[in-house]
Antibody, heavy 120, light 107 residues
Framework: QVQLVQSGAEVKKPGASVKVSCKAS????????IHWVRQAPGQGLEWMGL????????TYAQKFQDRFIMTRDTSTSTLYMALSTLRSEDTAIYFC?????????????WGQGTQVTVSS | DIQMTQSPSSLSAVVGDRVTITCQAS??????LNWYQQKPGKAPKLLIF???NLETGVPSRFSGRGSGTDFTFTISGLQPEDVATYYC?????????FGRGTRLEIK
């Protein structure tokens, strides 16, 4: 079954870091870019960045460039995102999304989302 | 960054109605536009890709058209299960950007 399965909800204090995983299955892991998108409560969708699982190259949205890191583990077909120096505005659902075979492609498969709550 | 202006932000319609949502890009994006449906508590779902192509398994009452900067998304014959928020997205250039969404309700 083609799917992206994300890790569970996290509650963090301001200033802390969070790491979310996204395990891919049912397709060739290195064929498609993976994007990270977040959605704050009651808000729209915000693109954070992309990673090419084939080689690990990354592109970050400027807003997140200094505290957001995407990595991958090809041995387990798992992607990771880490966000540091968390603030209340980072409270959101974080989605990993399969894109196309090029950096700009169609988002055809979404993970179920991971709720990250930042609260003191 | 390419700005995507989506309208209306919300709309209410009767079952069976024809519903149209528009999306305007701040610069030419050719046909690099997708439409997604998001139901409460769920991840978005791809409905239309490359402006006018119906994703496999999506009902034919959904359609899209446009090119360049102006795009439309239409539901022909609204169904109760279409209650959701709809987003346009450009993927012509990074950063990828989304419209602010249209919340669709049934009257």
């Amino acid at each position: 079954q083609v799917q992206l399965v994300q890790s569970g909800a996290e509650v963090k204090k301001p200033g802390a870091s969070v790491k979310v995983s996204c395990k891919a299955s049912g397709y060739t892991f290195t064929d498609n870019y993976i994007h990270w998108v977040r959605q704050a409560p009651g808000q729209g969708l915000e693109w954070m960045g992309l990673i090419n699982p084939n080689g690990g190259s990354t592109t970050y949205a400027q807003k997140f460039q200094d505290r957001f890191i995407m990595t991958r583990d090809t041995s387990t077909s798992t992607l990771y995102m880490a966000l540091s120096t968390l603030r209340s505005e980072d409270t959101a659902i974080y989605f990993c999304v399969r894109g196309g075979e090029v950096a700009t492609g169609v988002f055809d498969l979404w993970g179920q989302g991971t709720q990250v709550t930042v609260s003191s | 960054d390419i700005q995507m202006t989506q309208s209306p932000s919300s709309l209410s319609a009767v079952v069976g109605d024809r519903v149209t949502i528009t999306c305007q890009a701040s610069q030419d994006i050719d046909n690099s536009l997708n439409w997604y449906q998001q139901k409460p508590g769920k991840a978005p779902k791809l409905l239309i890709f490359d402006a006018s192509n119906l994703e496999t398994g999506v009902p034919s009452r959904f359609s899209g058209r446009g090119s360049g900067t102006d795009f439309t998304f239409t539901i022909s014959g609204l169904q109760p299960e279409d209650v959701a928020t709809y987003y346009c997205q450009q993927f012509s250039r990074l950063p990828i950007t989304f419209g602010r969404g249209t919340r669709l309700e049934i009257k």
